[in-house]
């Protein structure tokens, strides 16, 4: 067992009303992410000392990356919102487990913000903050498959075996002509 590295985790996101058996979408240039977790307190005095309990719980994912015109999960954060819609949303370790999956944390959410970020010497930077609705649920995703993983990182590559800069490689032949 290692200790979990922020370059592993990425963030999946689905937009509500796609078909059944969609795939996931992978937030393209993740920079950072971030789940937070709050516990409100109940606390109370009476004439025997104080008495204290849990409240209600708050939680959200925050994602941050570097925009890029036609990146579908970037697309479904911008439809989300603009729409009013819920979001799915899944923080996964891109590592596999003692039992070949990914460790995964699910939950609905709504998009609160977008804040774009845009210095005149580097990349538009934007960052959304996701409330949760209720709270998270804890869980393991089937092995993802390595073009959504690669998406974040790329793989190891054979000499020739693709052409191209990443993340556009060919693998087949360009046509002739």
């Known amino acids: 067992m290692g200790m979990e590295q922020g370059k592993d985790i990425i963030y999946l996101v689905q937009r509500v009303n796609v078909p059944l058996g969609s795939p996931p979408l992978a937030v393209g240039h993740q920079t950072e992410g971030s789940h937070s977790r709050e516990q409100d307190m109940i606390d109370e005095q009476t004439k025997f000392g104080r008495v204290v309990g849990y409240g209600p719980k708050s939680e959200n994912f925050e994602i941050t990356f570097y925009s890029e015109i036609g990146d579908s999960g970037q697309s479904a954060l911008e439809d989300a919102y603009d729409n009013e819609e819920q979001l799915k949303v899944w923080r996964v370790n891109t590592k596999l487990n003692a039992t070949n999956k990914h460790?995964?944390?699910?939950?609905?959410?709504?998009?609160?913000?977008?804040?774009?970020?845009?210095?005149?010497?580097?990349?538009?930077?934007?960052?959304?903050?996701?409330?949760?609705?209720?709270?998270?649920?804890?869980?393991?995703?089937?092995?993802?498959?390595?073009?959504?993983?690669?998406?974040?990182?790329?793989?190891?590559?054979?000499?020739?075996?693709?052409?191209?800069?990443?993340?556009?490689?060919?693998?087949?032949?360009?046509?002739?002509?």
């Open 103 to 177: 460790d995964a944390r699910f939950a609905y959410t709504i998009i609160e913000n977008i804040e774009t970020s845009e210095p005149t010497d580097g990349f538009v930077e934007v960052s959304t903050s996701l409330p949760i609705y209720l709270k998270s649920q804890k869980g393991e995703l089937p092995a993802l498959s390595a073009d959504l993983i690669e998406f974040a990182q790329y793989g190891f590559e054979a000499p020739g075996e693709t052409t191209g800069s990443f993340p556009n490689q060919e693998t087949a032949p360009a046509p002739a002509g």
